[in-house]
Structure formats: C-alpha cells, structure tokens
C-alpha cells in the first residue's frame, strides 16, 4: 500500500522557524513534492525534491532521504501569512501518468 | 502565467440533477486531473488525462463522468449524486515531460459542491 504521514498541527511563532516533517512507504519513488493550501483555496506548489539533499528557495527550504523514506519541509523567518496546511505528495512513479499521493497535510498556525 | 480556472465556484445541486464542473488551463499542459477534497483531508486523485485521452480512472462511481474535448478544456459531468459527494472538487494540469522532470502540478481554486 501507499502511505504518507505528516503531524495533524503544528504551532509556531512569528518570526521563528519551523520544520514539518513527512515520511512515505510507496510502491516506488519518482519525486516529492510540498504544496501549500490555505482554507477553501487551491494548493499552490512549494518544493520539488527527487534526489537526496536540500533545496532553497527564499524563506521555504526541502530536505530528502530516500533511503529513510523521510522529507522535511522548513519555513524560516515565519509570518501570519504562513499559517496554511502543508502538503506533502509523492509521485510513486514515472511516465504520463504523473500520479501524485497527498498526506494527510500539517496544519500550521503561526501566533504573534 | 500559471492559472488554471474553475467555473462554478460554488454549486448546489439536488440528487435528481445533472450539472457540469469546467476547467480551463492555457499553460499548453498535456495533463489533466481532477482531485476531490473532503474538509481537512487531503486531495483524493479521481482522474488523470493524458493527451486528451483517460489515463487514470481511480473507481469513481459511474455517477461521475470526466470529459476532454481538447487540451484546455477539462469537463466533471455529475448526474445523480449522494450527499456524501459534498466536496471541493479539484483541477490541476501539468506537462508531461521526461519522467525524471518536476511536471509540477497547478491547481484551480476548486468548486465547492452541495448536494442536497
């Protein structure tokens, strides 16, 4: 089977950093991603990892290991702004398909 | 530009009804996918389209029927549903690239769907 596990919630500080962690057992592994989703609005892309190691981009940073079947997502010098369920998906294989497994996302809520 | 539209935003519909869900995308994504999203729960995959053609269909009840009558274009038929189908229903498109690429997916801002 395929399953993705992230924490229900988190809560943080403005200004602090956070980490939201997820790991995965699927039937194969060809990229993870991490989407943002504010309540009632679409999930809007953040991160794309498909080798091990970390990638930057501005405030939000991803890390991989395949062979831990873990990633994280970082989010660095938090805003109100931030406070959003996180996402994280895998696409168990390569080809058209290009099929995406969601975890159950991580509900953050940054407090002033 | 990497906007994919959903008409209607909001929909109430009875069980006898039969209504229709649009997607619209002019990114010249080859992907097509609608998602359903229960609250608090993840995105749930119900179909992917691939060059216009069905390329996932994750037993959907026959109550939905997905239709693609060009790349833009991504239709949602519903006929006959059940309360428990009350959700934000989901489109995304994405190219379709080597497999080794991100072929990110965009998503519309969903139509949230009542049926009474």
């Known amino acids: 089977g395929q399953n993705i596990d992230q924490p229900t919630e988190m809560t943080a500080t403005e200004g602090a950093i956070v980490q939201i962690n997820c790991t995965y057992q699927?039937?194969?592994?060809?990229?993870l991603f991490w989407y943002q989703q504010h309540a009632g609005e679409a999930p809007t892309f953040l991160s794309y990892n498909v080798l091990d190691g970390l990638e930057e981009k501005g405030r939000f940073s991803s890390f991989l290991s395949r062979s831990k079947g873990y990633s994280y997502l970082l989010l660095k010098e938090l805003q109100m702004k931030d406070s959003a369920s996180y996402l994280c998906?895998?696409?168990?294989?390569?080809?058209?398909?290009?099929?995406?497994?969601f975890g159950t996302g991580t509900l953050l809520a940054v407090q002033p | 530009d990497t906007e994919v539209t959903q008409t209607p935003k909001h929909l109430v519909m009875g069980m006898t009804n039969k209504k229709s869900l649009k997607c619209e995308q002019h990114?010249?994504?080859?992907?097509m996918y609608w998602y359903k999203q229960k609250a608090k729960k993840p995105p749930e995959l119900m179909f992917v389209?691939?060059?216009?053609?069905?390329?996932i269909n994750e037993s959907v009840p026959s109550r939905f029927s997905p239709e693609c009558p060009n790349s833009s274009l991504l239709n949602l038929h519903l006929h006959a549903l059940q309360p428990e189908d009350s959700a934000l229903y989901l489109c995304?498109?994405?190219?379709?690239?080597?497999?080794?690429?991100?072929?990110?997916?965009?998503f519309g801002a969903g139509t949230r769907l009542s049926v009474l």
């Open positions: 998906a895998v696409r168990p294989n390569g080809g058209a398909t290009n099929k995406l497994i």
């Open positions: 995304a498109s994405s190219l379709i690239l080597d497999p080794a690429a991100k072929n990110i997916q965009y």
């Open positions: 699927t039937s194969g592994f060809n990229g």
């Open positions: 389209y691939s060059y216009e053609k069905l390329s």
């Open positions: 990114m010249g994504h080859r992907a």
